[in-house]
């Protein structure tokens, strides 16, 4: 969303199913390994490290799925199947070029603010529930 759009709930519940598979980890990085062109399975699961064989393949029918990949199988002994980006899958690149670019860039900032709250919150301890009638407010509340 842009900063002044309204809030339509049904386009927040289509935004929302939509991130939740290209926002997901093992499909950001199989996207990744699949934007120089069609790769076979076991080359996108050594590519892609730390992957299962059944999470791969879980998230390889997700995309499949949502029209992000096609998958060709090759009447070879054994078969051959490759997994491509579709026309659509390849529009992903791009934005999650620039996600990329962001995270690289941003990753020591991110790191330290995340070392500043944990420390803030050791010394504070945990927040309690808040008196009857207050809001709990955080050091970031006051910036959103």
């Known amino acids: 969303m842009k900063p002044g759009d309204t809030h339509v709930t049904e386009d927040c519940r289509a935004l929302s199913e939509i991130l939740v598979r290209i926002g997901e980890k093992w499909s950001v990085l199989v996207v990744g390994v699949l934007a120089n062109g069609p790769v076979r399975f076991n080359d996108i699961r050594r590519a892609v490290d730390g992957v299962s064989q059944r999470m791969l393949t879980l998230t390889l029918r997700g995309l499949e799925r949502d029209g992000l990949v096609t998958r060709t199988v090759y009447p070879t002994v054994p078969p051959r199947v490759d997994y491509e ?54 050091p970031t509340s006051a910036r959103a």
């Open 85 to 138: 980006l579709t026309e659509l899958g390849r529009t992903l690149i791009e934005p999650l070029a620039g996600l990329a670019d962001w995270a690289r860039k941003n990753r020591a900032a991110v790191q330290r603010s995340r070392h500043n709250f944990d420390t803030r919150r050791q010394i504070a301890g945990p927040p309690g529930p808040a008196p009857s009638g207050q809001v709990q407010s955080s």
